[in-house]
């Protein structure tokens, strides 16, 4: 059973178009994550957040940001996306109980921007 | 501040040989660590983690890791190696206070398994 969705798993965009990628959870864990992993890189935080407290890396672009409106879901908005930003975007989660430290991760979302 | 660092970047081995996947780490502080896997197009997958506890740690798939204080060291083996198991492996590790805080990856190591 798919406990982190995200959708879409493949997003086409235009140059400057937004586009918003969604992620759910079903194991209501409090911390959820977004990570940008561009192609052979390793995955690279762009925030979180601790149940409701958003916390940005401080070298995430102000292009991108992200909502959280209840615990099971949360999205990332790229406002104007640039060649640059084609990636793959992982959404995870982790609880801050017994299992502290582990990251589930979505299946991912692949965007491409022309 | 962490740092991971994954001393080979692809790793070609046959089926049915033994493999050693290499993870260094820097920390100032302890931590927890973890192999993740990535198959292509897809999400990460947890294969284990070290948090406490005996060194030898057993994962899924047959894989396992020791973890070296000494050496920071957290390296991956499998004894015998199929061919599903081509895929990147992640070293990560995170600090024990403040967990919910950033996971720090190594760069990846691509496993290339041939027949």
């Known amino acids: 059973d798919a406990m982190v969705i995200q959708n879409p798993r493949y997003q086409v965009t235009q140059f400057g178009k937004p586009v918003t990628l969604s992620c759910s959870q079903t194991l209501n864990h409090n911390v959820m994550y977004w990570y940008q992993q561009k192609s052979s890189q390793a995955p690279k935080l762009l925030f979180h957040y601790y149940d409701k407290d958003f916390n940005n890396e401080a070298d995430t672009p102000d292009n991108f940001q992200s909502r959280r409106p209840n615990t099971s879901f949360c999205f990332l908005d790229i406002r104007s996306p640039g060649l640059g930003d084609a990636a793959m975007y992982l959404c995870a989660t982790s609880d801050t109980g017994t299992r502290a430290g582990e990251l589930f991760f979505g299946e991912g979302s692949r965007l491409t921007v022309l | 501040a962490q740092s991971v660092t994954q001393l080979d970047s692809q790793v070609p081995v046959f089926e049915e040989a033994p493999v050693e996947l290499r993870c260094n780490y820097s920390?100032?502080?302890?931590?927890?660590l973890f192999w993740y896997v990535q198959y292509p197009n897809q999400g990460l997958q947890l294969l284990l983690k070290?948090?406490?506890?005996?060194?030898l740690v057993k994962g899924i798939n047959g894989f396992e890791a020791e973890f070296n204080k000494s050496q920071t060291s957290f390296h991956l083996r499998k004894p015998s190696v199929h061919i599903s198991d081509t895929a990147e492996y992640f070293c990560?590790?995170?600090?024990?206070?403040?967990?919910?805080?950033?996971?720090?990856f190594g760069k990846g190591t691509k496993l290339s398994v041939k027949p």
């Open positions: 070290y948090l406490s506890g005996s060194t």
């Open positions: 990560a590790v995170r600090p024990l206070r403040g967990s919910q805080g950033n996971l720090i």
């Open positions: 920390s100032s502080v302890s931590v927890y």
